[in-house]
């Protein structure tokens, strides 16, 4: 049976940031996951999941400002201090909530810089952050973005950002695959998850085009959830998608 957990920084935008953990309980989620939490509290992060009772599926390394249209800057060599003070703060987070997933978003191609070193400088900080993390038991995942909503990204197709990915080479860092991203990049998103489900460390969804909840858009999900469950993916499915209409409505969709 699939596990699905839901992602509280794109579908509760209107509500406080703190109180999305028990909305989400009362929701029926036991799961969630989230973007970093910038200037929020974060030991009363950690006791508003507690006292959800909710396990945190995943949440992102700080990334910048994403409505403002940053990705992380992994590959900026200006953030370079600033990336590697701040893992160690996102490590400790994780460990405070039980979390064993961090997505680390790349960032976006720098102009004034060959792009092989770039990607260089992106292995290597994903290389020490990896090392730091398994120390944690915590996977590292890199995800790919599509390049209409994001363009400039490093990663914006399956084959591509797994070849990276191999040249890493460390256990604990793994593909994060969104469906709705590669569904406007690449489509075949039965037959990736097939093929790759085992690079797989975890799982997002929305329909496409326009970003909603599934069944709003051209993505068959019953087909695609039989395709999760018999790749043999046991990781959580977050839900990471622009609710039409009231949140709780847009659930309806969702296996019972």
Not at 120 to 133: D, F, I, Q, Y
Not at 160 to 179: E, G, H, K, R, S
Not at 182 to 204: D, L, W
Request: aromatic share 12%; hydrophobic share 45%.
């Amino acid at each position: 049976m699939l596990r699905f957990d839901l992602n509280i920084s794109i579908t509760m935008k209107e509500t406080p940031f703190l109180e999305r953990f028990d909305a989400a309980a009362r929701l029926g989620f036991n799961a969630v996951e989230f973007w970093w939490p910038t200037n929020e509290d974060l030991p009363a992060l950690v006791r508003q999941v507690r006292a959800a009772d909710l396990a945190v599926a995943l949440f992102n390394f700080d990334a910048g400002n994403l409505a403002a249209g940053e990705r992380g800057f992994l590959n900026d060599p200006s953030y370079q201090t600033t990336f590697r003070n701040h893992v160690p703060a996102a490590l400790e987070l994780a460990h405070q909530l039980g979390c064993r997933r961090i997505n680390a978003l790349a960032g976006k191609w720098l102009p004034n810089e060959a792009r092989a070193s770039q990607l260089e400088r992106v292995r290597e900080n994903l290389r020490w952050a990896a090392e730091l993390a398994a120390d944690a038991g915590i996977t590292i995942v890199v995800e790919s973005l599509n390049a209409w909503e994001n363009s400039g990204y490093l990663f914006t197709d399956t084959a591509y950002t797994l070849a990276f990915l191999n040249t890493i080479d460390m256990p604990n860092v793994a593909y994060q695959y969104d469906v709705y991203h590669m569904q406007r990049m690449e489509g075949n998103v039965t037959e990736t998850i097939r093929n790759h489900s085992a690079r797989m460390g975890h799982i997002q969804i929305a329909d496409s085009p326009g970003r909603n909840q599934p069944g709003t858009g051209e993505l068959n999900f019953p087909f695609i959830f039989e395709a999760i469950e018999a790749s043999g993916y046991n990781g959580y499915v977050g839900l990471e998608y622009n609710p039409r209409g009231p949140l709780a409505e847009s659930l309806a969709w969702m296996p019972k």
